[in-house]
């Protein structure tokens, strides 16, 4: 009797250990049929967040509101390097004034990239070169000359006459990737600067309706002053 009894509670047990890995695996792929894809940047072995990506629409991220834990690939280059992000850190930037909450991911590797754009999904974007747009690149820096906090970065106009290779190394403000990611034939640019002291941000502009501005996505720099 004892054996029959021992037998039964095993069977009751390896029942409920199965039923229980079902739902916490059904769970897992709910989790993340309803975050959307995360496109960021990484600086100091630090993953953070710029925009996220629906098949309809492209966003700023609200950093601190993501699951940054998974596997993190280059967003726009079909290569089989990736990085485990295991942890991740809620922050206060120090020069926020308004004191909003973030999050960054850790990854496992000691990594810093400024061209470099990374996402948590696990294929990568469909983009182009600059070098193949540049007409739409430059229609860019002529918007971003005459932005407020933009002409900063163009204190000799007469380089919008230049190529734009040597607009982007004379302003430190450079175009790395082109893409159409939400299908509405406005262009997005993935941008990286740097400031005076030297922090480098990232930011994302979309082609505004009327083919001549444009409009800022995402902006992010870690820490600038």
Known sequence: MNEISQI???????????LLT????AAFLYAN?????????IDYSRFHPLVVVTSEAISRADSAKLVLKGRLRNAFEDTPQTFSVKKQQDYIDPYDHKR???RFGLIDKKLSSVSAFFTLQPTAFPSQ??????????SFYVFFSGHKWGQHFFTVKKLLDKPIEEIAKKTSLRVHVVTD??????PELWISYKLMHGEIGRMVY???SDGRSWEEVANHCYACD
């Open 22 to 25: 079902a739902t916490l695996h």
């Open 206 to 208: 979309e082609q505004a």
């Open 8 to 18: 039964r509670r095993l069977q009751a047990t390896a029942t409920m250990f199965l």
């Open 33 to 41: 049929e309803q975050q959307p894809a995360i496109i960021g940047y």
């Open 129 to 138: 070169s600059p070098d193949v747009n540049q007409e739409i690149v430059r």
């Open 181 to 186: 990611l939400n299908h509405n034939s406005r």
């Open 100 to 102: 909003k909450p973030r």
